[in-house]
């Protein structure tokens, strides 16, 4: 498979992108916003794409065209207000899942959040809450598709290194998970049809990730 990496610069996305790269049987194509970021890439062998999410759904679409799935990995970070939250979480997001359509990619991968309930919504402390509706309407929008879609709910990220044991399923008590394991978990979604159609949950757990993900 060819993968369109959506936010490779990122700590989630070079750690996929490196995975993919290393298989050996897929290749990745990295989507990042800066030139001065394609170096790293093309040092690991993968194709680039500069696209910023700001910008126009038909050069994101550009990006995905050749690809056989898509995993949206990108976000505005903790550093920025809720008008990049929603200009990157949100509409960065569904410009992405109409770019795949309009590209005939029909395997999508979000990274999503913890929990993007309503009811997460509305206990959301104030400041956190526009993260949580951006969310919520990306996954909900996502959902209403056709594509082949496989939605990813991580708990709390951290940067420790890979365990691959994690605990999967629809729901999980709320725990930490390494960026390196989210990457292995969404790595293992992309080799694993049996999660087209599902989400779930995932933190740090005693279960090997192909296994977790089988038992979905
Ligand atoms: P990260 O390191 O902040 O990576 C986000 C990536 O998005 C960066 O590479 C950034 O590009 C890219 N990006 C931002 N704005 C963009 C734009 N306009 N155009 C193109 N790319 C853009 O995030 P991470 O730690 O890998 O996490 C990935 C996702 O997991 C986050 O987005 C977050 O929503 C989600 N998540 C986080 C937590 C948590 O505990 N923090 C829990 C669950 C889920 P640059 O490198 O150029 O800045």
């Known amino acids: 498979?060819?993968?369109?990496?959506?936010?490779?610069?990122?700590?989630?996305?070079?750690?996929?992108?490196?995975?993919?790269?290393?298989s050996g049987s897929h290749t990745a194509r990295a989507m990042i916003?800066?030139?001065?970021?394609?170096?790293?890439?093309e040092s690991v062998g993968a194709e680039t794409?500069?696209?910023?999410?700001e910008g126009e759904i038909e050069d994101i679409a550009k990006a995905a065209e050749g690809v056989d799935a898509i995993v949206f990995t990108a976000g505005s970070g903790p550093n920025t207000g809720a008008d990049k939250t929603l200009m990157i979480d949100l509409d960065g997001a569904v410009k992405t899942i109409k770019a795949a359509e309009m590209a005939?990619?029909?395997?999508?991968?979000?990274?999503?959040s913890y929990d993007t309930t309503r009811k997460a919504i509305q206990e959301a402390p104030e400041s956190f809450a526009p993260y949580v509706v951006a969310k919520h309407y990306a996954d909900e929008w996502l959902r209403g598709t056709n594509l082949d879609f496989t939605i990813v709910?991580?708990?709390?990220?951290?940067?420790?290194?890979?365990t691959g044991k994690v605990e999967i399923a629809g729901e999980v008590a709320m725990g930490e998970v390494s960026r390196e394991d989210v990457a292995q978990v969404l790595f293992g979604t992309l080799e694993d049809n049996s999660t087209i159609g599902k989400e779930f949950q995932v933190v740090t757990g005693s279960t090997s990730v192909k296994e977790a993900l089988g038992n979905l």
């Open 153 to 162: 709910h991580p708990g709390l990220l951290t940067n420790d290194s890979g």
């Open 49 to 53: 794409a500069v696209v910023n999410l």
């Open 104 to 112: 005939g990619v029909k395997r999508f991968v979000m990274v999503s």
């Open 1 to 22: 498979m060819k993968i369109l990496v959506v936010g490779a610069n990122g700590q989630i996305g070079k750690h996929l992108v490196g995975l993919i790269q290393d």
């Open 33 to 41: 916003r800066k030139q001065e970021q394609v170096s790293h890439f």
